[in-house]
């Protein structure tokens, strides 16, 4: 084994939906995902280790059960990508490339098919970009020194990334609390995914079906202490609306209530308050 060795400025990723589970379509035409700031895929072959009596050494290693995910971290252009893991049951299946260009304009591809998003996830903090988490799981990956047949690229489509600025948050129960002081946010969503082999003589090794089960959601705010408004909606159990907007985009988490509310004084630090939370339901505008 020779060559270059490849950086993260070698690695490309872009997605196509699946009319069929684990198929990737012909010709197909890859989607813009965001600026990324890392691309990890992840393969992890079960093996199956035999021992036997007579030996303390390991008398076979048998293939076992394949499981295939990607990471994903990029800058928050729009919700396009992410909004495949908030839709309404069943959610769409995906094929996403991940593609290392080599020198002599060579590639290495990694087509990852029948990609679920198992958890997405926002975060803003004072003077940063606004990014996104997602945590991919998928039935197979394939491997090749070429791209799909037919396959064309989107280009990043010029929209200025948001940063912290471009958000706000609002918390409601029953009487609207303006959040002054806050400088920190985060929400997450997870689909909590099954991942489900079946005994069969074709590619038996390889999940069959993405069960979709009880999703959550969750968040945390961190807000430099003001006055007691906040800690007294936990302490009272109000029931809560928390709605983040980033841009023309609205992510409103209702049914929660504030899990906890931890504040740190230290001399001559600003006092902030950890406030996680946990909703029942969300909505996503537009």
């Not at 379509?25 to 992840?42: K, L, R, T, Y």
């Not at 906040?230 to 841009?247: E, M, Q, R, S, Y």
């Amino acid at each position: 084994m020779s060559g270059i060795i490849q950086t993260g400025a070698n690695i490309k990723a872009q997605y196509i939906l699946e009319a069929s589970y684990g198929v990737c379509p012909s010709n197909p035409a890859f989607q813009w995902i965001g600026p990324h700031q890392s691309v990890d895929p992840d393969y992890t072959r079960k093996h199956i280790k035999v021992p036997a009596v007579g030996s303390r050494d390991i008398a076979y290693i048998m293939k076992g059960l394949a499981e295939y995910g990607v990471s994903l971290e990029y800058v928050y252009q729009n919700s396009t990508f992410l909004k495949l893991a908030l839709g309404a049951s069943p959610l769409s299946s995906f094929t996403l490339e991940t593609w290392l260009e080599k020198a002599a304009g060579t590639i290495d591809s990694l087509l990852n098919l029948g990609c679920l998003i198992e958890q997405i996830q926002l975060i803003a903090a004072i003077n940063e970009p606004i990014k996104v988490k997602a945590e991919i799981y998928n039935q197979q990956t394939t491997l090749a020194t070429a791209h799909p047949a037919g396959a064309t690229y989107s280009s990043d489509p010029g929209i200025i990334p948001k940063g912290w600025y471009d958000s706000q948050v609002t918390v409601s129960g029953g009487t609207a609390v303006v959040i002054d002081g806050l400088t920190d946010w985060t929400f997450t969503e997870k689909n909590n995914f099954q991942r489900q082999p079946v005994i069969r003589s074709t590619s038996g090794d390889l999940i069959k079906y993405m069960v979709e089960r009880q999703r959550s959601y969750t968040g945390e705010l961190t807000v430099a202490y003001i006055d007691e408004a906040l800690l007294t909606l936990l302490i009272n159990c109000t029931n809560l609306d928390v709605t983040f907007a980033v841009g023309s985009d609205t992510y409103k988490f209702m049914g929660c209530k504030f899990d906890s509310n931890k504040l740190t004084g230290k001399i001559p630090d600003v006092i902030p308050q950890k406030i996680p939370f946990t909703a029942k339901t969300l909505t996503v505008t537009p």
